[in-house]
């Protein structure tokens, strides 16, 4: 059993900067695949990082490639989304979520067992 536990969240102009970070509990977080997705109102949640457990190989959607950062820290059971160049567009909540089955990191929610309860994300123009 994983638990997660996100913060960072938060009000940011558009060009501005935010981390978010997740907590994860469990002895084994190192062997999970770690994602982020959000969800915008009225929308279906999308992919938007993962990070592989121990290599940290690292995934990203189109629209966020060279602006965001995904990152782990197995010793602290924490994994960081960090959200440069926000647009008005990145706009959602933003959920954590883990994998502990798959030898890459799914990049479909359907692949993750374990989520957050999300933060929120809001950027102004």
């Known amino acids: 059993q994983v638990q997660l536990v996100e913060s960072g969240g938060g009000l940011v102009q558009a060009g501005g900067s935010l981390r978010l970070s997740c907590a994860a509990s469990?002895?084994?977080?190192?062997?999970?695949?770690m994602g982020w997705f959000r969800q915008a109102p009225g929308k279906e949640r999308e992919f938007v990082a993962a990070i592989s457990g121990r290599a940290g190989t690292t995934y990203y959607r189109d629209s966020v490639k060279g602006r965001f950062t995904i990152s782990r820290d197995n010793a602290k059971n924490t994994v960081y989304l960090q959200m440069n160049s926000l647009k008005p567009e990145d706009t959602a909540v933003y959920y954590c979520?883990?994998?502990?089955?798959?030898?890459?990191?799914?990049?479909?929610?359907?692949?993750?067992?374990?989520w957050g309860q999300g933060t929120q994300v809001t950027v102004s123009s």
């Open positions: 469990g002895r084994t977080f190192s062997a999970h695949n």
């Open positions: 979520a883990a994998d502990p089955l798959f030898a890459i990191p799914p990049l479909a929610e359907r692949g993750y067992g374990y």
